[in-house]
C-alpha cells in the first residue's frame, strides 16, 4: 500500500492504516529501503482520505534496533546517499508533526535509535512489559537529528532528557510511562493500540484531527528552532574521526 518498499508493510483496515517495519531478521534495523519508506509515508497517510487512525509497530521481536551496521557504513561511504539521508530525516521528522491523523506506537520490544524516534514522534504510546527505549547516537558518534533529543526535551525534564541523549542508557517500559514518554505498559501492545485506535475513529473526525494539529504546532515549533542545527551538526558528525573508528569496529569481522 501506498508503493512502500518491502521493508514497510502498510495494511488497511476500514479507516485504520497498520504500519509494520519488516526486517524482522534484522530486528528491524533501519536500512535505506526502510528510512525512504518511512520519509514518504506521513504524506501519503494525509492524502489518503479514508485512513482516520493509524498504528505503528515493528515485526518479530523489536520495534526497531536502530541504524543498520552496514548502511551505516553506506552513509560514510557514499556522499549522495548521505544528503538524501538527512533530507529524509528532516522529512520524517516533520511529516509526524504534520500528520493529520493520530499516530499510535505499539512498540512490542526495543525501540532503538530511529525507533526511538518514531515512538516520540507518535501521539499515544503502548509499550510490551519487556520494550525500552534507547538512543545511542552518540556512542556511535552521531548527532541525533530525528527525534529523541529533538523532542524528549518538550516532553520530559530537560535534565532526563539530557541524561538518556548523552548517555544512552536504556530506558524500561516502566519507567518510560514514569516519565511520560509512554502511555501504557501492556501485555499486548499492537491489540491495544489497535483498540486505541478504533475507539479515536469513533470519535467526530474534524474534532480530533484539528485537536491533534493545536497540539503538534505547539511541539513543532520547538522543534524547528533547532532541527537545522540537528541536520547540519549529523552531517557533520558523518565525517568524523570518531565516528568512522566506531563503525570499523562495528563492521569489522568476526573471528
Known amino acids: 500500500m501506498y508503493g512502500m ?29 526502510l528510512h525512504v519508506g518511512l520519509a514518504h509515508l506521513w504524506e501519503a497517510l494525509n492524502e489518503d482520505a479514508d485512513a482516520r487512525a493509524a498504528v505503528i509497530t515493528g515485526a518479530g521481536r523489536a520495534f526497531s534496533a536502530g541504524g543498520d551496521f552496514n548502511y551505516l557504513d553506506e ?6 546517499l548521505r544528503q538524501k539521508t538527512i533530507k529524509h530525516g528532516r522529512d520524517l521528522v516533520i511529516g509526524m508533526l504534520r500528520c493529520r491523523i ?31 527505549f534507547a538512543d545511542p547516537h552518540v556512542q556511535i558518534g552521531l548527532v541525533a537529528a530525528d527525534g529523541g533529543p529533538l523532542v524528549w526535551g518538550s516532553q520530559i525534564s530537560l535534565l532526563q532528557a ?8 536504556r530506558i524500561k517500559a516502566e519507567r518510560a510511562v514514569e ?9 499486548d501492545p499492537l491489540a491495544e493500540a489497535i483498540a486505541c485506535a478504533k475507539k479515536l475513529m469513533d470519535l467526530p473526525k474534524q474534532a480530533v484531527e484539528a485537536t491533534k494539529r493545536l497540539m503538534n504546532i505547539q511541539l ?6 533547532s532541527l537545522d542545527y540537528a541536520n547540519l551538526a549529523e552531517y ?20
Open 162 to 169: 539530557k541524561e538518556f541523549a548523552l548517555t544512552g542508557v
Open 75 to 80: 552513509l560514510r561511504r557514499d556522499e549522495a
Open 220 to 225: 513543532e515549533q520547538r522543534v524547528m528552532a
Open 102 to 132: 493520530p499516530v499510535i506506537a505499539a512498540v512490542n520490544g526495543p525501540a532503538v535509535g530511529l525507533g526511538c524516534s518514531l515512538a516520540a514522534l507518535s501521539d499515544i504510546v503502548y509499550m510490551a512489559e519487556t520494550a525500552h
Open 179 to 187: 516519565l511520560g514518554l509512554a502511555n501504557h505498559v501492556v501485555a
Open 5 to 33: 518498499p518491502d521493508e514497510i508493510d502498510v495494511r488497511a483496515d476500514g479507516g485504520l492504516r497498520i504500519i509494520t517495519l519488516n526486517r524482522p531478521d534484522a530486528l528491524n534495523a533501519v536500512n535505506d529501503n
Open 236 to 255: 557533520v558528525s558523518f565525517g568524523t574521526a570518531d565516528f568512522n573508528k566506531i563503525v570499523d569496529g562495528l563492521i569489522a569481522p568476526k573471528s
